[in-house]
């Protein structure tokens, strides 16, 4: 599997984002599927995710009500709708696939996803 992030960019705060992710393999709507981010001397962590086959979706905190996680599963693609961003948004943006994952639920641990694609970076100014 391969995944190719792209879509980031530099935004005033307030501004959106649509970040992209495709991904090659024929199993792709069986994954679960995360946006991770990670910030200078921060670790990496979960915006969104789509549990196996998209029964569900997960959001941290931070990112809730403003960010948006979608599929197309016929382009085998993964979207991240970032709206109302912030300057601690600011971070290099990656998409990832767990393999062996389940339905309604998703792991946070980036160590769980098997595939990554090669970050994109996100820069919002004040």
């Known amino acids: 599997v391969q995944l190719q992030a792209s879509g980031g960019g530099s935004v005033q705060a307030g501004g959106s984002l649509r970040l992209s992710c495709a991904a090659s393999?024929?199993?792709?709507?069986?994954?679960?599927m995360g946006w991770f981010r990670q910030a200078p001397g921060k670790e990496r962590e979960l915006l969104a995710a789509?549990?196996?086959?998209?029964?569900?979706?997960h959001y941290a905190d931070s990112v809730k009500g403003r960010f948006t996680i979608s599929r197309d599963n016929a382009k085998n693609t993964v979207y991240l709708q970032m709206n109302s961003l912030k300057p601690e948004d600011t971070a290099v943006y990656y998409c990832a696939a767990e393999v062996a994952c389940y339905s309604y639920i998703v792991s946070a641990d980036p160590g769980d996803y098997d595939y990554w694609g090669q970050g994109t970076l996100v820069t919002v100014s004040s």
């Open positions: 393999g024929r199993t792709f709507s069986s994954y679960c």
């Open positions: 789509f549990s196996r086959n998209g029964a569900s979706t």
